[in-house]
């Protein structure tokens, strides 16, 4: 259970703020030092450091106090108590479980830590996650990734065939250990995958995602994710390993496969070897290594925003976070980007304005236009919107008649939060932005506002906050419940943020009065309804006629596509009837495609600055600042379906409308993909694919 206020204080009085310090073993028997300096490690080693640190009854208490108390503003808490169909296996009392972890025993802070980050990661909702940096500087990879194809008319687990091309760029540091350890991963390239752990390889696809994988509401969007894909990290191309090759935790040491290999006679069963891959900040010893990852910092806790000192900092730090855009994200766990064999990128050349996180092209048929957006989250807010007009009047100008939109793997690193982490999705703005872009006003018709009706959850302390900002006079500028991020500018030059596209003023308290509903029993308190809208920030005029007709705009991807990526493809589909295409997912499968689709994510630093800005970190009902180094984000605002305004997005169940296998040719070649999407969706050819 999570102690009283007073309590945790004469806690934290006691040790000394900030003092909390695990007792590491001694120089000769510390097992951090084995693994000091290395950039990969057997994982048992890598664990062994994690669990030299003993379990600390007064870290248990802090973590399970500011995670209680940050989920009351967690808008989706309700529904999990039984999730509705078909999202029915992401169902967690999450109370109940975090009563649990308050009571039991552990031998280490690494096995609490463990425990709450599963619990947490089964509500499958990436915006809301337990993230220590402390435990997620080592990330497991395998070198035999694997992915769904279809060869000769059947779908299959495969390992990826560009094995040998692929597993070299990690270095010479990761494929130097299996040649000391005489493993051949090399001539594992291409081997059909007949077993994973015993079972069949798409029912181990199902147990991971089920078990591990988290972040999207719907299995089979997990299960998608299990496999290797293309995607672009940053702005350069690269390869995921997947879900079952690429794991959050050095906890397990080899992965057994039945596998045939390429040009054998007869199936084997082998025993690949995990290796640990290391992303935090280096070490020497382990009082090193709890120093470096584990304590708290300067940008663990939030700051009062009303200090200029501080804002300042954050200025300097996170530039466009300072602005309070709007973000909606989830997290990869997939820290480590791994490139992308360059043989397989586009040889058709980029356009100009490919230059940061969309790259795009005109296919070789002269009439295709392809923009990979990988992500809406770009280090220049404007920049991404000026590359979108560049692009589409160099479109114009080539007389491209027809657009492909590729979302696969829809995410970017992040500068804001837990640094290391690739984040799916990014600012809701860009997201409307590019929705009313591709339309044109024409077809906005009297829908001038492209976004969602949005609330947030009106907990007690939520209402305190929202009165307190405007008691003090706060703006957007350093407050996201300010009723100034509220306001918007829409196409005619008038402000609103209600529905009826009126003005919402500064002073104005969306929580009075609050609006209830039932969900699972539970009394749900949430914000009057407000505008998601996003004008005033849209540096480009919008065309009034869209360049392509909305019947030759398509889009693609894996699904792996959530938060702002989520809602401007739900726009789409519900506004518009675009078609959308899913590749690769389990043989047979339908699935959503989209992922979670938050309206808005507050990281910890977000939530714990809005508390302190509005002089309320001294409530009972507020969260004591983290004495680790961790993030505890929650999805803080919901947007609800067009199709049914009292669901929100999230549990509106929509699939996409094709379903294609991926092939030799496309799993790993954007280009190739794109070439036959576009044969098919463009065409009467792609009826037979329905999902």
């Not at 752990?197 to 199902?206: Q, S, V």
């Not at 879900?243 to 290999?261: C, E, N, Q, R, Y």
């Not at 919107?385 to 992040?414: C, I, P």
Request: glycine fraction near 6%.
């Amino acid at each position: 259970m999570v102690p009283s206020t007073g309590r945790f204080a004469a806690l934290v009085a006691l040790l000394g703020y900030g003092s909390v310090a695990l007792a590491a073993p001694s120089a000769a028997s510390d097992p951090c030092v084995k693994v000091a300096g290395q950039a990969f490690v057997p994982p048992s080693d890598a664990l062994a450091c994690y669990k030299s640190f003993p379990f600390n009854e007064t870290i248990r208490q802090n973590v399970l106090t500011v995670v209680d108390r940050v989920l009351n503003f967690y808008t989706f808490e309700d529904y999990y108590l039984h999730s509705p169909k078909p999202f029915q296996d992401s169902t967690v009392n999450i109370r109940a479980q975090l009563k649990r972890i308050g009571s039991t025993k552990y031998k280490t802070d690494f096995d609490f830590n463990y425990d709450l980050y599963n619990v947490v990661n089964q509500l499958n909702d990436g915006h809301t996650l337990w993230i220590t940096k402390c435990y997620g500087v080592y990330e497991n990879l395998l070198p035999a990734p694997v992915v769904t194809l279809e060869q000769n008319g059947a779908e299959g687990v495969y390992v990826v065939p560009d094995l040998d091309q692929f597993i070299p760029l990690l270095g010479s540091n990761f494929t130097d250990y299996f040649a000391s350890a005489k493993f051949d991963w090399k001539r594992l390239a291409g081997a059909r995958v007949l077993e994973i752990e015993g079972k069949d390889p798409y029912a181990y696809a199902e147990h991971i995602a089920h078990t591990q994988s988290g972040n999207y509401l719907d299995h089979g969007v997990r299960v998608n994710s299990v496999f290797s894909s293309y995607r672009i990290s940053g702005t350069s191309y690269s390869q995921r390993f997947g879900d079952i090759a690429g794991s959050a935790f050095p906890d397990k040491d080899t992965l057994t496969m039945k596998v045939h290999v390429v040009n054998a006679t007869k199936a084997e069963t082998i025993k690949v070897p995990f290796l640990a891959s290391f992303a935090g900040v280096p070490f020497k010893n382990g009082a090193d290594f709890w120093a470096n990852n584990c304590a708290p910092n300067a940008q663990t806790n939030g700051v009062d925003l009303k200090n200029t000192g501080e804002m300042e900092k954050l200025v300097k730090r996170t530039p466009e976070r300072a602005r309070r855009l709007a973000k909606a994200s989830i997290i990869d766990k997939q820290k480590l980007a791994v490139g992308l064999p360059t043989q397989f990128e586009p040889t058709t050349p980029k356009l100009n304005g490919s230059e940061g996180v969309i790259k795009s092209y005109i296919l070789p048929d002269g009439k295709t236009g392809v923009m990979f957006v990988s992500s809406f989250e770009p280090d220049d807010a404007n920049a991404f919107m000026t590359d979108v007009q560049t692009v589409f009047n160099q479109f114009k100008a080539k007389g491209v008649s027809q657009l492909l939109l590729d979302l696969t793997n829809n995410g970017d690193r992040s500068l804001f939060g837990m640094d290391t982490d690739a984040r799916i999705g990014g600012y809701v703005c860009l997201g409307h932005f590019l929705h009313a872009f591709l339309v044109g006003k024409k077809n906005l018709g009297d829908f001038k506002n492209p976004g969602f009706q949005s609330t947030m959850r009106a907990s007690p302390l939520a209402q305190k906050i929202l009165a307190s900002v405007i008691s003090l006079g706060l703006n957007s500028t350093n407050s996201f419940y300010a009723p100034s991020n509220c306001r918007v500018i829409d196409y005619d030059n008038s402000t609103g943020a209600f529905l009826n596209d009126t003005v919402m003023p500064s002073n104005y308290n969306y929580m009075t009065p609050t609006t209830t509903r039932k969900i699972n029993g539970q009394d749900f308190i949430e914000s009057q309804r407000i505008a998601d809208a996003c004008e005033s920030i849209f540096n480009v005029d919008i065309p009034e006629e869209p360049y392509f007709a909305l019947d030759k705009i398509a889009i693609v991807g894996n699904a792996n596509c959530a938060s702002t990526c989520a809602m401007f493809t739900t726009l789409m589909n519900e506004r518009h009837n675009t078609a959308i295409a899913n590749f690769g997912g389990k043989p047979g499968s339908k699935f959503e495609y989209k992922g979670m689709a938050g309206n808005e994510v507050l990281e910890w630093v977000d939530l714990d600055s809005e508390i302190k800005t509005a002089n309320l970190k001294n409530d009972p009902l507020a969260p004591p600042d983290l004495l680790v180094n961790a993030n505890i984000r929650h999805n803080w605002r919901i947007a609800y379906s067009f199709f049914d305004e009292k669901t929100p997005i999230e549990y509106k169940s929509e699939r996409a409308r094709f379903r294609f296998p991926y092939t030799l040719d496309t799993y790993n070649n954007p280009q190739n993909l794109w070439t036959f999407a576009a044969s098919k969706l463009f065409s009467s050819d792609g009826s037979s694919y329905y999902a």
